[in-house]
């Protein structure tokens, strides 16, 4: 966009449908560039994937299958055989050697059956909400976009949680669509569809912060760029800028929670080969304990880097894509007027 030396442009609403479309581009370009690193991810915070004394199972992260006897004479015999991945390339290099590069992409279909309608409410609802707030309480209130974003993502995740569960299956390991349909059968058999919305606290928990944090501070930046540069109105490049930094900042605040989400989600068919029922009691501050005890501090920010790789882009392409689409109908709107 062009700068303005006069004044502000003129400028026109954009209706909730014209939101909804121009959100879905970004929620596509995005799906199909960070999945491959959304596997890496999973499938390091998937492998140290706390266990119960005492219990007899089968656990695989992805590639090489860790076994455990069950407890013998209060002493524990562990197998376990080489294939522990040791970093993010490493994890990449292991996963195309072994499973091929169409693995990269596990997931891929679900994750654009949730994404799409995700991005769509979650986008529509924040904007809806911010003119709301606006005004109510005036242009230039801070907390609008803190209180949008929570709320936002709040309705959005509690939507998209059973389809972001299947995804996290079948990216922690490969299965086959038949497998699939009987992990979600049986799952709902035994323990009802509240199970479908395993992780939903802990998703709540990294989303909802997450949220709040990268509205504030992408709004803070953007204006602040925009004065920088003496524009009206942020160019692509500004957006861009805006949601990288601002959701690289979230990530990293938020990782904990990310963590413990893929391991709640795991658990589920964790106990699966040997038919233990799972731990649905352990909260999210038990699994944040167990892991510090096992790993350190350090594992609560397992795949950090993947994380930060996907998610500076993914936050920077998604905005700058929907803030881009806003503009195109913002223009059509008033060459109609």
Request: glycine letters at 6%; proline letters at 6%; aromatic letters at 10%.
């Amino acid at each position: 966009m062009e700068p303005e030396t006069e004044g502000p442009p003129p400028t026109a609403k954009v209706t909730p449908l014209q939101q909804m479309l121009a959100s879905c581009t970004g929620a596509i370009l995005t799906s199909l560039m960070v999945t491959p690193l959304d596997v890496v991810k999973i499938r390091l915070q998937a492998q140290n994937n706390p266990f119960p004394k005492g219990k007899c199972f089968v656990y695989s992260n992805g590639l090489m299958d860790h076994m455990c006897v069950c407890e013998d004479g209060g002493k524990k015999a562990w197998y376990k055989k080489p294939g522990n991945f040791q970093g993010t390339l490493d994890a990449f290099l292991k996963i195309l050697r072994n499973e091929g590069i169409k693995s990269l992409w596990s997931g891929l279909p679900p994750t654009l059956v949730m994404a799409i309608p995700a991005t769509v409410i979650y986008f529509t609802c924040y904007e809806q909400l911010t003119a709301l707030l606006k005004a109510k309480l005036g242009e230039n209130e801070t907390r609008i976009p803190i209180v949008a974003g929570i709320v936002a993502r709040f309705g959005a995740v509690t939507v998209i949680s059973p389809l972001e569960l299947i995804r996290t299956k079948m990216q922690s390991k490969k299965f086959s669509y038949n497998e699939l349909h009987r992990f979600v059968s049986m799952k709902v058999s035994e323990d009802g569809w509240i199970s479908l919305w395993k992780g939903w606290a802990p998703t709540i928990l990294r989303d909802v912060p997450f949220s709040a944090m990268y509205w504030y501070n992408f709004e803070v930046l953007k204006k602040w760029l925009c004065e920088k540069s003496g524009l009206y109105e942020p160019t692509f490049m500004i957006n861009f800028a805006s949601g990288a930094l601002s959701g690289s900042f979230a990530a990293v605040a938020t990782l904990p929670f990310d963590v413990v989400k893929t391991q709640k989600q795991t658990q589920l068919w964790t106990y699966e080969n040997c038919k233990i029922s799972v731990p649905l009691h352990m909260s999210t501050w038990t699994i944040m304990k167990n892991i510090v005890a096992k790993n350190g501090l350090s594992g609560l920010f397992t795949g950090l880097i993947p994380r930060l790789v996907k998610i500076a882009p993914a936050c920077a392409i998604m905005i700058s894509t929907y803030e881009f689409g806003k503009a195109f109908f913002q223009k059509q709107n008033i060459e109609r007027q």
